[in-house]
């Protein structure tokens, strides 16, 4: 069995940073990509960032610039540093692997750690 476990939510004041990490634990697997996404009250869970196997990135453009997501293979973990955080980043960020499970490809996700950016 497999999990994604977060990590580092809290709260804090705009302009602030926080750094959320995940952990992936289980046997058997290999990781693909790994991703934060982020759900706010109110609104459909939208994506963060998100990190390729070999490096690659990908991030929402409300957080190029602030936001930087970096992985290490050898722990099964990814973080999501956030910077000059706003209000409007207050929401619950699930982490999502896509792991490989012998020859199946399956989508995994954590149980959420909230943030919330005070003004």
């Known amino acids: 069995q497999v999990q994604l476990v977060e990590s580092g939510g809290g709260l804090v004041q705009a302009g602030g940073s926080l750094r959320v990490s995940c952990t992936a634990s289980?046997?058997?697997?290999?990781?693909?990509?790994m991703g934060w996404y982020r759900q706010a009250p109110g609104k459909q869970r939208e994506l963060v960032a998100t990190i390729a196997n070999g490096g690659s990135t990908n991030y929402a453009d409300s957080v190029k610039g602030r936001f930087t997501i970096s992985r290490d293979n050898a722990k099964n973990m990814v973080y999501l540093q956030m910077n000059s955080l706003k209000s409007e980043d207050t929401a619950v960020y699930y982490c999502?692997?896509?792991?490989?499970?012998?020859?199946?490809?399956?989508?995994?996700w954590g149980q959420g750690t909230r943030v919330t950016v005070s003004s």
């Open positions: 999502y692997a896509e792991l490989l499970l012998g020859t199946v490809i399956a989508d995994y």
């Open positions: 289980g046997s058997r697997f290999s990781i693909n990509a």
